[in-house]
């Protein structure tokens, strides 16, 4: 059950680690997949570098989302649906700090 609560963050990882994969910045693929690695240890410290990681993770995703949205209006292109996307993932980043809160995660980590 407690797979179910971490699921929310594990995908948030999975997609940044594409995002920099994609990006070919393949020394930032390891961070996400060290916090997936994370997410075994249950240790009280665990929550907190977890939650740092989607915060950044967040800001990475509107970093890009201001950096592709300047490249396409400089073009002439639409821009709306991928701000929306990409706003988001941003958003469901930022959220899935919240399962750490929920009482069953945090008596996981207190041991």
């Given at each position: 059950?407690?797979?179910?609560?971490?699921?929310?963050?594990?995908?948030?990882f999975l997609l940044l680690a594409a995002h920099f994969y994609r990006a070919n910045q393949f020394l930032?693929?390891?961070?996400?997949?060290?916090?997936?690695?994370?997410?075994?240890?249950?240790?009280?410290?665990?929550?907190?570098?977890?939650?740092?990681?989607?915060?950044?993770?967040?800001?990475?995703?509107?970093?890009?989302?201001?950096?592709?949205?300047?490249?396409?209006?400089a073009f002439g292109q639409p821009f709306l649906r991928l701000s929306l996307i990409l706003g988001g993932?941003?958003?469901?980043?930022?959220?899935?700090?919240?399962?750490?809160?929920?009482?069953?995660?945090?008596?996981?980590?207190?041991?």
């Open positions: 059950m407690t797979f179910a609560y971490l699921s929310p963050a594990a995908l948030s930032l693929v390891a961070v996400p997949l060290l916090m997936l690695a994370l997410m075994a240890l249950r240790r009280r410290w665990v929550p907190l570098v977890l939650q740092l990681a989607l915060v950044l993770g967040s800001l990475e995703w509107l970093r890009t989302l201001v950096e592709l949205v300047m490249e396409r209006r993932v941003a958003l469901a980043a930022l959220l899935s700090c919240l399962v750490f809160r929920a009482a069953r995660l945090r008596a996981h980590f207190q041991r």
